[in-house]
């Protein structure tokens, strides 16, 4: 197996991660912005008030997204696999 090949499936695997990770952060971050907001121009600070909207948004988004996260999952896999007899040929 070449370092060429090692750094490609390395940087396919960021690269999945990150598309993975994407909508969970993006939906943290814009939830707990829309909360830090409103707390500072209520000037509430409640600790459950910022963690509770955002478990919830997580966890539909992970709803919303989790078929298209396990079928580019499922994609990284099935290329890895069918790159096993190039990776062992030296090619």
Do not use: C, H, Y
């Not at 999945?16 to 600070?45: D, E, N, Y």
């Amino acid at each position: 197996m070449s370092p060429e090949a090692v750094l490609d499936i390395g940087m396919q695997g960021l690269l999945v991660a990150a598309k993975l990770g994407a909508p969970i952060l993006v939906t943290a971050l814009v939830v707990g912005f829309a909360i830090s907001l409103l707390q500072s121009i209520t000037q509430v600070q409640e600790v459950t008030l910022s963690f509770v909207p955002k478990a919830v948004a997580v966890a539909i988004a992970l709803v919303v997204a989790g078929n298209w996260m396990i079928a580019e999952m499922i994609a990284f896999t099935n290329e890895l696999f069918s790159r096993i007899p190039q990776l062992l040929a030296g090619g």
